[in-house]
């Protein structure tokens, strides 16, 4: 079981929610399990969590012992300060919760990927599996899909069209690609050619 605090509009809801759910993995015999997926989401509109907030609860869950997931704005400084304080992971929103939009911040991504000591999860906003693949060439760790997949016609098969298109970014990242060039560069060899 993963705790989550989705529906927390503040920090002090969010820590609350928290232990009541390490508790409820207790009684499920999980007394381990001191993971929380942390969200503190005070907007109902856009569902964009509130970084001063996450910060706060952050800071006093890993206090507590908590393996602290948390779900934030693609914030390069808040995401290196969430690792500081002690979080397991950061997970930064491709785009906003359901919305299919796809990856819409790839630079500042990009950024955190490239300054996280922890894993880092692309969270929301994931549509297709050419988006699933594009966030996982950017260098993610992992995703966390859902609307996509239960919200797809045919849930079943899109989520194994989006397993695939993770495995396959995953794979692009680490086969490394050719650098970007402004100017065309012939993939053919230019000796034993014939020339007039």
Same mark, same amino acid.
């Given at each position: ?7 927390? $509009? ?8 928290? @232990? ?10 999980? =007394?381990?399990?001191?993971?929380? $997926?942390? =969200?503190?989401?005070?907007?109902? /509109? ?7 907030? *996450?910060? &706060?609860?952050?800071? /006093?869950?890993? $206090? =507590? ?14 995401? &290196?300060?969430?690792? =500081? ?18 990856? @819409? ?22 549509? *297709? ?9 950017? !260098? ?12 797809? /016609? ?11 298109? *993770?495995?396959? !970014? @995953?794979?692009?990242? /680490? ?15 230019? *000796? ?5």
């Amino acid at each position: 079981m993963l705790p989550n605090t989705a529906g927390c $509009k503040d920090a002090e809801e969010a820590i609350r929610v928290a @232990r009541l759910g390490r508790e409820m993995a207790k009684l499920l015999g999980q =007394e381990d399990n001191n993971f929380v $997926k942390l =969200e503190v989401i005070p907007d109902a /509109q856009y569902l964009l969590p509130d970084p001063i907030d *996450t910060l &706060k609860a952050a800071e /006093q869950l890993v $206090k =507590e012992g908590f393996a602290v997931l948390p779900y934030i704005n693609a914030d390069p400084l808040l995401a &290196k300060r969430l690792e =500081e304080v002690g979080c397991a992971t950061v997970m930064p929103l491709g785009s906003p919760i359901g919305s299919g939009q796809g990856i @819409r911040n790839a630079a500042n991504i990009q950024i955190i990927i490239e300054n996280a000591q922890v894993p880092v999860v692309v969270d929301a906003g994931i549509g *297709t599996p050419s988006e699933a693949a594009y966030a996982m060439e950017l !260098g993610a760790d992992a995703l966390l899909v859902n609307s996509a997949i239960a919200l797809a /016609q045919d849930p079943v098969a899109m989520g194994m069209a989006m397993g695939m298109a *993770t495995k396959a !970014g @995953r794979l692009a990242y /680490q086969a490394g690609r050719i650098p970007v060039k402004a100017y065309a560069s012939a993939s053919s060899p230019t *000796t034993g050619t014939i020339s007039s």
